[in-house]
C-alpha cells in the first residue's frame, strides 16, 4: 500500500482572490466587509490586498491563493474588480 501523499495536488485546488484594480470603481464594499484582507490604497484610492505592495501587481492584476478565504466570501463587487474562485 502506497502511503506517500503528494502534496502538490493540495495547492492546485486552493481557492484564489483575483484582483484586478483596472475595474475598481471605488464603493468600499471590499475593505468595509473584509478589512483584514482589502485596504483602500492611498494614492488612487483603489481596493488592494493588505501586505502586497503594488509592484506584485501585473498590469494591474494580482493573484492570492489561500488555503482559506475567510470574509472574502462574503461579498461581491459589484464591478468584479474582485473575483473569488473555489
Known sequence: ???????NLFYIFMPKIINNREECI?????WTTCPSYWERDGE??????RSVSLDKYEDGVYVLELSELGCNKDFQ???NAI???E
Open 26 to 30: 471605488e464603493c468600499g464594499l471590499c
Open 1 to 7: 500500500m502506497n502511503t506517500n501523499i503528494n502534496y
Open 83 to 85: 473575483k473569488v474562485e
Open 77 to 79: 463587487c459589484p464591478t
Open 44 to 49: 488612487d484610492g483603489r481596493a488592494k490586498l
